[in-house]
């Protein structure tokens, strides 16, 4: 059966929170401190997909890389770049589907 509701990813949140905490040149300890946690085992767990951040901490996350909490988050749920009226983001998302679309005619042979 089929769901009808999106369901979050947790290993590819972790992964996702990883590769953009690197983009920002951040460490784990850095998050550790930010989040005064204890120990970084947490963070570790969510990298591995063992675990999601807290809620707190999602929203704590976003503040500090400076992302929307949907951006960290990664699911099977379908976004539309369309329906967001900031110009900003619907350019990004024409130009991400003009590369798709161009890597899909490449990769395919069918380049005109």
Request: proline share 4%; hydrophobic share 35%.
């Amino acid at each position: 059966m089929k769901r009808r509701y999106p369901v979050i990813d947790i290993e590819r949140t972790g992964q996702n929170i990883k590769l953009i905490m690197q983009m920002r040149g951040m460490t784990v300890k850095d998050i550790q401190a930010f989040l005064e946690l204890s120990t970084p085992q947490s963070i570790y767990h969510w990298f591995d997909g063992r675990n999601l951040p807290t809620l707190d901490n999602l929203y704590a996350l976003s503040e500090l890389l400076r992302l929307p909490v949907d951006a960290l988050i990664k699911g099977n749920r379908e976004f539309e770049y369309r329906q967001i009226k900031n110009d900003m983001y619907r350019r990004i998302g024409i130009y991400c589907e003009k590369i798709v679309q161009f890597r899909g005619r490449y990769t395919t042979g069918t380049m005109t």
